[in-house]
């Protein structure tokens, strides 16, 4: 198992046939686009054309029409990171499966690509990427992300090698922005096409609507409730699905277990996974009769059946992840784990794999990460397309091993030309959802936010609440009592003002029904009880108005919150009595641990949770009166 060593420049990293054939591909392209001078630029790709890789600790920008170098901060290469200068790229010339061998006749060269958690996220994403600090000692950012300049960013890195493969660890569709959500995310698995992903490990998003609906995204089709919201056909995606530890029966799973591609004679295993814990993060209708196994376990039994293929270069693809120290740069790999590495499930996974696994591509996190941990070189892209992982291996044609591996996270930056027919796509759904999204539902005074109090209050995550026990309320509706809203179901806030659509959908992204059950007194206290876990997680659900108890967090778990204080309307919870409680489907059936909403009894179903919301909003605010934020006063903490 080979130790990955730092990028260098890609003028050092590649040999001199492509760097001719690179500069005849410029001068042609320059020439097509009418051209500029050596220090006349469009965008950051044309300074790294121009002029060569930047001086060290430094990367072009294009300002002003002229390139100018800016200070970037590098982590140094004994950090347990695998940091370099990002390649530079050139034009979009193709993405064939082979090539000429570029180091010599003795070994091949193959480029990985790979992202995560995208997440629908078209447009482009808010937040900024951390680059380094300035000589104030303040933070230097850039904007990152969208899907055009994302096309642009991965053709310009496949064009420096014709042995390039594109992967995504998980969550590749599922909570999705409205321009992608609104049509079951077909518009990202066409943009995805366009863009030429070829393999992508199942996440627990991509369950979001069921095992079916996955599918569907694979083999194409209208959507069997809303047909093709868009006017065409849906093809399917071009790109395959892989669940190694998705198991449908014995020897059995929902999609490949892996994909072996072959360069130069040379074969290379992309083994996908997601994590473990996906029942516990779904719906669990939506992964009924499926069996999530054991990670490690999964790809050490299939280690033996690659090497009898002849393979010996294996890559993990997995949606699990790990978390860097606050602050991190892209490239750094610092943390609370052992060695001053970073910590979280995938320090686990990397360890108990077989030696024999040479690269991990891992998310679920949205972290962004570099490292070498027990061999293995460890990677993550943060979220949304705001990065694309750089990843080069060195190959030996006469064993098959990897005998060299570097990676580089690379910033998608927006100084570069969007890409075209992602462009064209992406207007084309613009145009379709911009009259539903921009629809005024309501007004509020003041932001609502998903960030709570010290007692795990959220005024967005307590206007939710009473909007679904309003819509629940009504006897024939449900007649519901309390309502209570999961923390996880909320995915951005509500600015002041009038809200839209569009907004209100971005923070319920998921399209989950309401469900109003009956539980004992008992079962409310025993529901409130697991919102600490003995494991030490902390999950505090948001309560309805009306509903009111307080807890103690010094007491033990299992017995902090009083009895006595368990109200609804200013009267005590009866042990003993039945009680109508509202929670979304994905709560209702044992989300987020939370079993006692599946031992509900008399349950029936309602609104979707956004059509909640905005007839919440419309019934409590004008342009005039807006909706005030609730008081964070439902939650009581004792001594």
């Not at 998003?205 to 409730?225: A, I, K, Y």
């Not at 005074?445 to 939710?464: A, E, M, N």
């Not at 709560?587 to 956004?610: H, I, K, M, W, Y």
Request: contains cysteine; glycine residues 12%; aromatic residues 6%.
């Amino acid at each position: 198992m080979p130790q990955a060593i730092p990028r260098s420049s890609l003028l050092d990293a590649r040999p001199s046939v492509f760097l001719l054939a690179g500069a005849f591909v410029t001068g042609m392209f320059l020439f097509a686009q009418g051209g500029c001078g050596r220090d006349e630029c469009q965008d950051a790709t044309d300074c790294r054309e121009y002029k060569g890789p930047p001086a060290s600790n430094t990367e072009w920008v294009c300002e002003d029409n002229r390139c100018e170098q800016h200070s970037v901060q590098v982590p140094p290469p004994d950090s347990g990171t695998d940091a370099g200068t990002p390649d530079a790229g050139r034009p979009d010339s193709g993405r064939p499966d082979s090539g000429a061998p570029d180091s010599g006749p003795t070994t091949v060269s193959v480029q990985v690509l790979a992202f995560n958690d995208f997440h629908g996220q078209l447009e482009e994403p808010a937040g900024q990427i951390l680059t380094g600090v300035a000589p104030d000692g303040g933070a230097v950012r850039v904007k990152a992300g969208g899907v055009t300049y994302f096309a642009r960013h991965i053709a310009a890195l496949r064009a420096t090698n014709p042995n390039t493969v594109v992967v995504a660890a998980g969550d590749l569709i599922g909570a999705s922005p409205l321009l992608s959500g609104l049509f079951h995310d077909e518009p990202t698995v066409e943009a995805m096409n366009l863009i030429g992903l070829d393999l992508v490990a199942v996440g627990n998003h991509e369950f979001d609507e069921g095992s079916t609906e996955l599918l569907r995204m694979q083999s194409g089709g209208c959507h069997p409730v809303d047909g093709c919201l868009d006017g065409d056909g849906f093809p399917g995606a071009t790109f395959k699905f892989l669940a190694a530890n998705v198991a449908t029966g014995v020897d059995r799973t929902l999609f490949p277990r892996y994909d072996v591609r072959e360069f130069e004679g040379v074969k290379v295993a992309f083994i996908g996974m997601t994590l473990e814990a996906t029942p516990e993060s779904v719906i669990p209708t939506g992964v009924a009769g499926l069996t999530f196994k054991d990670e490690v376990q999964t790809v050490n039994a299939l280690v033996p059946e690659l090497r009898r293929q002849g393979i010996e270069a294996i890559i993990v693809v997995v949606h699990q992840g790990g978390i860097p120290t606050s602050g991190s740069l892209v490239n750094d790999c610092k943390g609370a784990g052992a060695d001053g590495l970073i910590s979280g499930a995938i320090v686990g996974v990397a360890k108990g794999l077989n030696d024999a696994v040479d690269v991990i591509v891992s998310g679920h996190t949205h972290q962004a990460y570099n490292c070498v941990i027990d061999g293995k070189v460890v990677t993550s892209a943060s979220s949304m397309g705001q990065l694309v992982t750089d990843i080069d291996l060195t190959l030996s044609k006469a064993t098959g091993d990897v005998v060299e591996a570097r990676a580089n996270n690379v910033i998608v930056t927006r100084d570069v030309q969007e890409d075209g027919a992602v462009k064209e796509l992406v207007t084309k759904y613009q145009e379709l959802v911009t009259p539903r999204a921009n629809r005024v539902i309501g007004w509020v005074s003041q932001t609502l936010r998903t960030q709570s109090d010290s007692v795990g209050q959220s005024t967005l995550g307590l206007v939710i609440a009473d909007s679904h026990l309003e819509a629940t309320k009504p006897a024939n509706l449900g007649g519901a009592q309390v309502a209570f809203m999961n923390p996880g179901g909320m995915r951005a806030d509500i600015a002041q003002g009038e809200v839209t659509y569009g907004e209100a959908f971005t923070t319920q992204p998921f399209g989950n029904s309401l469900v109003t059950l009956t539980l004992t007194g008992a079962q409310i206290e025993q529901l409130l009880e697991w919102q600490w876990r003995p494991s030490g997680a902390t999950l505090m659900l948001l309560p309805s108005a009306g509903f009111t108890y307080a807890f103690s967090a010094s007491a033990p778990v299992g017995s902090r919150v009083d009895p006595a204080s368990i109200r609804i309307n200013g009267v005590t919870v009866d042990p003993a009595a039945n009680y109508r409680v509202t929670a979304n489907n994905y709560l209702a059936s044992g989300g987020d641990g939370f079993q006692v909403f599946a031992e509900g009894t008399n349950r029936l179903g309602g609104a979707v949770d956004n059509d909640a919301l905005e007839a919440y909003l419309k019934a409590h605010s004008t342009q005039a009166s807006p909706l005030p934020a609730p008081a964070l006063n439902r939650i009581t903490l004792l001594p």
